[in-house]
């Protein structure tokens, strides 16, 4: 019996990746496609041809915001307890990789202590 760890995970990863590639294709001159560029080059004539071009124009968008009672945000309260609660619950594969905002989630868990303590 083998007592390393790491051979036993390189088996599962590499029985649980997905090795499937695009199968053979029948080009517009009905001749068979298998070379990898090929079929890449296939592929984007078809879809060249059957998708639109941008014409750079923006919807119109309403943004204007009309007040309510329902759109007051008053009654939320932001308390740190609350706040460090929520950012304990932080998760990802990796400590060192960034949030949406793009710092490294080791210096959110390092640093959530003192900026909890910022809030009034």
């Known amino acids: 019996m083998i007592n390393d760890i790491g051979v036993f995970y390189r088996f599962v990863n590499s029985k649980s990746c997905c090795r499937s590639s695009v199968g053979t294709l029948i080009g517009p001159d009905g001749k068979t496609v298998a070379c990898d560029k090929e079929k890449a080059d296939s592929l984007n004539s078809y879809f060249g041809s059957v998708c639109t071009v941008d014409a750079g124009l923006s919807p119109q968008i309403n943004a204007e ?56």
Do not use: Q
């Open 65 to 120: 915001l009309h007040a309510s009672e329902d759109s007051n945000i008053t009654h939320i309260v932001f308390t740190e307890a609350n706040v460090l609660k929520a950012a304990r619950r932080i998760k990802t594969k990796s400590k060192f990789s960034g949030d949406s905002d793009g710092y490294p989630v080791i210096l959110l868990h390092k640093l959530r202590p003192v900026l909890c303590g910022c809030l009034p």
